[in-house]
């Protein structure tokens, strides 16, 4: 069984910076991409950004382009969303995922794509 444990979250102005971390146990953390998505109020959960099995690709919405930068350390089991210039358009409930199969160099943003979720981090922006 995987389980993915996300951290971090808050309520910040805009313009700040937070950093999200997710970490995984269960199986093989190195081996499978990480995905990061978030869902608002009202809204249906979305693609945020993503970074391949090994770290040497990464993967954004455009929304988050330039602004939020995704990492992972294979060695600690954790992947990190850094987002910086936050602004109230972000707030949400921020979730990591692990892609259902192994060794993918693009993960793909498609929320069926991945089949472990984490239980969600709140992030809120005020104007």
């Known amino acids: 069984q995987v389980q993915l444990v996300e951290s971090g979250g808050g309520l910040v102005q805009a313009g700040d910076s937070l950093r999200l971390s997710c970490a995984a146990s269960g199986r093989t953390f190195s081996n499978y991409a990480m995905g990061w998505f978030r869902q608002a109020p009202g809204k249906e959960r979305e693609f945020v950004a993503a970074i391949s099995w090994s770290g040497g690709n990464t993967y954004y919405a455009d929304s988050v382009k330039g602004r939020f930068t995704v990492s992972r350390d294979n060695a600690k089991n954790t992947v990190y969303l850094q987002m910086n210039s936050l602004k109230p358009e972000d707030t949400a409930v921020y979730f990591c995922?692990?892609?259902?199969?192994?060794?993918?160099?693009?993960?793909?943003?498609?929320?069926?794509?991945?089949?472990?979720w984490g239980q969600g981090t709140q992030v809120t922006v005020s104007s």
């Open positions: 995922a692990a892609h259902r199969s192994p060794f993918m160099r693009y993960p793909g943003s498609f929320p069926s794509a991945y089949d472990y």
